[in-house]
């Protein structure tokens, strides 16, 4: 047994008790540390503060499914190394995940211990590999050399300094991708709109999540770097889509860092598209999250005019998450508003959380702005939303964010029913 295996810790999720009992013993048997936990709840607890070098969900579990699990769990654990194991699991949903590089593997249940064991082993080698070369990388530049395999503390610090420096050092185009998730118009159900968002799967870190890399970007630089590859993939995407992307009162959104947006050249380089006529203007959707608008408010409106000058639509993101006071949506040159989905969460169910949303959605159209309510995981979600005028819904309910291969899938299923 190699020392830095009796170091390595396990998270087995399974809401079985006799499946944990029986993976537990065959993996301590093999010197690893294993933690337990009977539901994805109590999971996503213990992912928050430990870390592990890899996590083994079951696909069929009550309320959260092995492979939501893994996608909420990999925002704690941008560096384990993941397993599904299932008896019967979805193969669209297995398919997907492993597309998503949401999870690494998947095993059929009943495994076999010595498979077990050996994908375990696997994947502890490979996250000791990613992380002697991270510390390889952040310690480049000082002249440290980096310690030894096994003692990488794993906090939440170093972690950032890694993701800066292999974001850095990283090949974005064999490392980044988009995908395309679905905007529903809530009365005919048909999609009039997509917004692209960013994939990473590093070679070295492996799958870290956009709201993992993205505000560490925004720490230096290399978010303009990002943004700009984001512009131009998003151009490509519309042209490549044309028939679809160029259709009346559709959208094709991007997401913008509000450290981008206020950076001087981002606006020229949106110029220069529609000038060469790589992006069509009026077809085209920003979305800039609500908290730029705090940081350098003047600046944030003259960029936001400058965009909406040239016919692109400016799109407030993430609203109600608590950055915005109404009355800067007053006064911001933006044109739709984005219910955050901690907004929706509820309205099916408690009467205040429903008359809340209610009046935001009346607000924002009093003022001439057009509402998109996130985070749609229900039937009812998508119901309350529409009968309170909602114009656009995107959520799960109706499609998590696509590669370009299952869009056009999803393509041929609509209309939706709201
Ligand atoms: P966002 O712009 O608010 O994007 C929505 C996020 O919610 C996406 O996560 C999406 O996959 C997820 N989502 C959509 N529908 C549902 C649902 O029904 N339920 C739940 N639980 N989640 C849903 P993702 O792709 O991980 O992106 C996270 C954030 O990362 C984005 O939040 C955005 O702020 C940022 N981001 C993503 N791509 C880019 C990019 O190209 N540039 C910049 N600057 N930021 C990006
Ligand atoms: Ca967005």
Known sequence: MLKQQQQSKVLLVDDEASVLKALGRVLLYEDYHVVKASCPAEALEVVKNQSFDVIIADYRMPIMNGVTFLREARRFQPFSCNFILSGDADTDDVIECMNDDVAER????????????EEVNAGVRKRDKAHLLSQILANESSGKMPPPVGEYSGNNLAQSHDVLQ?????NFDNE???VYQPKVCAKTGRIVGLESLLRWNSPIA???????????????????????????ETARFQMRWRSFTLSDGFRLAFNVSPKQLL?????????????????IPEYTCIEITESAAIDDFERCCTQLTRLSDLGI?????????????INYLLKLPAHVVKLD?????????????YNVVKNVVAMAQSIGMKVVAEGIEIAQHALCLKNMG??????YHYSRPLTEEQLLKVLAQQPFKV
């Open 206 to 232: 492996g799958v870290i999540a956009p709201d993992v890399f993205i505000p560490i970007a925004e720490e230096g630089s290399v978010i303009n770097d990002i943004g700009e590859w984001v512009l131009n």
């Open 166 to 170: 292999h974001l850095k050092s990283a």
């Open 263 to 279: 950076d001087g050249c981002f606006v020229d380089k949106v110029k220069a598209l529609i000038d060469s006529g790589d992006l």
């Open 390 to 395: 909602c114009e656009e819904l995107q959520g």
């Open 313 to 325: 639509q400016v799109a407030i993101d993430d609203f109600g998450t608590g950055h915005t006071a």
């Open 341 to 353: 989905r901690s907004l929706i969460q509820g309205v099916e169910s408690e009467e205040k959380s």
């Open 176 to 178: 980044f991708s988009l």
């Open 106 to 117: 998947f095993l059929r249940k009943p495994w076999d211990n010595k498979r077990i064991v």
